[in-house]
């Protein structure tokens, strides 16, 4: 596919839908994202939740009004396999930092990691890393952490499903992750190593799935360049993919066009309170709210939903 016009000549479009990117190693998730816009000319694009330039796997990238639930899939459960490096901490708790102090791993087996991992599970207070992408008076924690300022982190509270130890090759180990938004593996490494006395820091990170997305196939830069046009396009997912990692509300034609108005309508009974996916047979609609009295309310509709009202 030939291109790489400046983006003052692309002629832009009205893109909708998700790609599922294997993030390459080296690239920030905005630079995957904005590459791949270049390659589909889609006018508008957004990520669901960054990958760091280490990492690799699966970014979903939303196009056009597919951005208007890229919000809701920030807080997805995810999956990662992680290789981590014993007895070594960086700055950064990752193999682009630089080295800050080194323990001895000789005398660690791996009942001493299986008992270390136990706490590492469930509910968890977790410090995010010192270098990340969290923002504080609206500007990056890794930018104040680069200038060399003093960057204080908040414990917060995240979930781990599951976490296991896949290979231990000292001082290597690889673990296997289930878990929900807002954790942080090289947090995870870190304190694994930190139980074990010896430190860790996280030398390869991919991101394997994200829900609702789990066995989906995804496309590396590479096979998108490789492919027509028409083909690029064709590897989209429609809007409605992401929508089901909603609760599914089936509305008929008539509260499909009061809800394209800003209007409530009677909800589906024994939906419980909160956000719901909203279809008119097998189009998508957009996000809906049910309220404490059972009315569905629009939230977030797609431009569709709305032409007709």
């Known amino acids: 596919m030939a291109r790489s ?20 190693q080296g690239m920030s998730s905005n630079q995957a ?34 951005t208007k639930l890229a919000g809701g899939l920030l807080g997805a459960n995810k999956a990662y396999v992680t290789t981590a490096c014993l007895g ?20 660690l087996t791996i009942a001493q990691v299986e008992q270390a991992l136990i706490p590492l599970r469930g509910r968890i207070l977790q410090h995010p890393p010192v270098y990340s992408a969290l923002k504080r008076d609206g500007e990056a924690q ?19 499903h599951s976490l296991h130890c896949s290979r231990f090759e000292p001082p290597f180990l690889d673990l296997q992750i289930e878990c929900g938004s807002g954790t942080y593996v090289r947090s995870l ?28 196939a995804m496309h590396t830069l590479d096979s998108l360049h490789a492919m ?16 089901l990692a909603w609760p599914m509300a089936q509305v008929n034609e008539s509260d499909a066009a009061r809800l394209g108005r800003g209007q409530p309508c ?12 909203l279809w008119l047979n097998e189009r998508g609609l957009g996000l ?17 939903a709305c032409a007709g009202a």
């Open 189 to 216: 490494v870190r304190d694994l190593g930190e139980a074990l006395g010896c430190g860790a820091h996280v030398t390869m990170l991919r991101r394997t799935w994200v829900d609702p997305f789990r066995g989906e």
């Open 142 to 160: 890794y930018a104040r952490a680069r200038r060399g300022e003093e960057v204080v982190t908040q414990a917060r509270e995240v979930q781990v």
């Open 33 to 66: 994202l904005q590459a791949v816009r270049r390659l589909l000319r889609a006018a508008k694009g957004g990520h669901t939740g960054s990958l760091d330039p280490l990492a690799t796997g699966m970014l979903p990238l939303c196009l056009g009004e597919a």
């Open 288 to 304: 809906g709210r049910v309220d404490e009295q059972g009315r569905l309310w629009p939230k977030r509709l797609f431009t569709w």
């Open 266 to 277: 009677a909800a589906v009974p024994e939906r419980a309170p909160g956000e719901v996916g």
């Open 88 to 107: 070594v901490n960086t700055d950064t708790d990752d193999a682009e930092g630089r080295a800050i102090r080194t323990r001895p791993v000789s005398s």
């Open 228 to 243: 027509t046009e028409d083909e690029c396009l064709a590897s989209v997912l429609p809007v409605e993919r992401a929508l």
């Open 5 to 24: 016009p400046s983006a003052s000549r692309i002629a832009w479009r009205e893109v909708h839908g998700l790609i599922l990117l294997d993030k390459p």
